[in-house]
């Protein structure tokens, strides 16, 4: 455009003036190269120094999603990185997982083949008694909505493990199975049923492995749900304690009973404000591991209240028996104007009359100590502790191993027409019985149930080794042999007595054509020939009479 304007201008001044703005046409369009290649290089340079930015801008992302990483991997007791992490489209090889920190969770443990085997056993032990008693099993997730769990536990709420927010729903995984179970039942309209559940529950709590306390831990739950006469459920979770603790065998036991009306009555008396009952419960519940005076001094100095009531509660919770104590407190003048106390004592009376017809009334103490800090109990409560005295001086150390109680207000919370449904219930802490067991157990622990291993003798006989362990296991036999095409004899035989199992089918080319095998007895190293038509029958019979 400029060109033309020039032109324009030589027209008008002449010839005379063309030689003049020939020349100065040639140095403008001079000019706008030099213009037009200046602009081209700061152009040039701007998109370069655009293209480092983002490099730059690209590794501080990466550095700082590293950083995260790291925080992640932090271990958490310890403050120091689990692990280190992987650089960004970097190989995961085992050289750069070298300093791996390799531990489990904080409150958790691995449980090798001898640990599960004694578990498993403990475990059927307890559902044989639970069966017994004509219980059915359910399940429930093992995360909650956080409000199906929150305050229902007391101060021990605080040990709930949340979880962060996933699709719009607030969750915490479950910290017992008595709340789920009341939802189960709440949600479903279930108005009676007697069950039990095995699973595992979370804790947020400060564990003591040597004690059996974890973070992570089996529970072990039987409850009676439904409309029933008084304490006939309750009598039968108590036996249902005792058979279990006593088929277990971890030794001398008691399980302590009180009530939940006995003792708020009782707080009553002592004038302590009806607001302030759970608050003394949870401070009442630490006798059995604090002394009197430790736990006086929080009542008075953190729960706020009087020196006079606390002594009053004194008199009382240091009490314990049996049928006598009840008879006592009946007569109590301050506890015969508190009709809620007088029906705990009603409750107890026969609870006792109940234990002494199932022939447990010498496994339980009626121990105004017991308080039970959860929110949800409203009738009979009960723990049994270890007495110790084991050849184990750790045994005692190990504290409550089960306990429960009656909350005939929890189901009502979840169901739809607030009905409610009263239950009664009992916990088994497998996970401290486990720690017993454990530490007595001398020697090896056998970890499989394999009942017959087959042996070749010699080489070649990998196939009829297949074959005789075929006819094994169609004939629901329990049985293995080894992985190799010809193994030797010894190691077989080692492996046998290694794993200890009883038997042994030793196939060799001069019995098999004779039509016979032979029986090891691995206990006995005594061998028979059995025939290969009827060796199944008669190792069947061997094996259900031993």
């Not at 009180?258 to 419960?281: S, Y």
Request: net charge neutral; aromatic share 8%; glycine share 8%.
């Amino acid at each position: 455009m400029i060109l033309r304007q020039l032109r324009s201008i030589v027209v008008q001044l002449g010839v005379s003036g063309s030689f003049r703005c020939q020349r100065h046409i040639a140095s403008v369009s001079s000019s706008t190269l030099v213009a037009n290649k200046a602009y081209a290089e700061r152009a040039e340079e701007e998109k370069a120094r655009h293209h480092r930015l983002t490099q730059i801008n690209e590794e501080v992302q990466k550095l700082l999603a590293l950083k995260e990483q790291l925080k992640q991997c932090t271990v958490d007791d310890g403050g120091e990185p689990a692990a280190t992490p992987k650089a960004p489209g970097g190989n995961d090889t085992a050289a750069g997982n070298r300093n791996i920190s390799l531990k489990t969770p904080k409150g958790t443990r691995d449980y090798g083949p001898e640990a599960m085997a004694l578990r498993q056993r403990v475990l059927d032990q307890v559902v044989s008694v639970f069966r017994k008693h004509g219980a059915e099993t359910i399940d429930t997730p093992v995360f909650e909505l956080k409000e199906v769990l929150t305050g229902k536990y007391g101060e021990d709420s605080k040990l709930i493990y949340d979880l962060k927010d996933q699709g719009g729903e607030i969750l915490a995984l479950r910290y017992d199975l008595t709340v789920p179970f009341a939802r189960y039942v709440g949600m479903g309209n279930v108005f009676n049923i007697k069950r039990y559940h095995i699973a595992k529950v979370y804790r947020r709590d400060n564990p003591q492995i040597t004690r059996g306390r974890y973070r992570e831990f089996y529970q072990c739950d039987f409850d009676i749900a439904g409309s029933y006469d008084p304490m006939l459920p309750d009598a039968e979770c108590v036996k249902v304690v005792c058979e279990i603790l006593s088929e277990v065998g971890v030794g001398e036991f008691v399980v302590k009973l009180n009530h939940r009306k006995l003792l708020d009555g009782m707080f009553e008396a002592c004038g302590v404000p009806a607001e302030k009952f759970r608050t003394a419960c949870s401070s009442v519940d630490k006798l059995d591991k604090t002394p009197w005076e430790e736990v006086k001094r929080e009542m008075i100095e953190e729960k706020g209240l009087t020196e006079e009531t606390v002594d009053r509660i004194g008199e009382y919770v240091t009490l314990n028996g049996g049928r006598d104590l009840v008879e006592k407190l009946a007569t109590d003048e301050k506890l015969q104007k508190i009709p809620s106390a007088m029906e705990g004592l009603e409750d107890m009376r026969l609870l006792l009359q109940y234990c002494d017809i199932f022939q447990v009334a010498d496994r339980v103490s009626f121990d105004l100590s017991l308080a039970r800090g959860l929110d949800y109990y409203t009738g009979v409560i009960y723990e049994a502790v270890l007495l110790g005295g084991g050849d184990n001086a750790e045994e005692i150390t190990v504290g409550s191993v089960a306990g429960g109680g009656r909350y005939d207000n929890l189901v009502g919370m979840f169901n739809p027409k607030r009905k409610q449904v009263p239950c009664v219930g009992v916990s088994i802490g497998v996970e401290r019985l486990f720690s017993i067991i454990e530490s007595r157990v001398a020697g090896k622990t056998r970890t499989n149930e394999t009942q017959v291993y087959v042996i070749s003798a010699h080489k070649g006989l990998h196939l009829k080794r297949l074959e005789f362990l075929n006819k094994l296991w169609g004939a629901g036999i329990k049985a293995e042999h080894s992985y190799k095409l010809n193994p030797k004899l010894l190691a077989q035989l080692q492996h046998c007595e290694e794993y200890q199992i009883p038997y042994a089918i030793v196939l060799g080319d001069g019995e098999l054509s004779r039509g016979v095998v032979k029986l090891r007895e691995i206990a006995t190293r005594r061998e028979e020939e059995l025939a290969v038509d009827k060796f199944i029958d008669e190792l069947s019979v061997r094996l259900a009479s031993s």
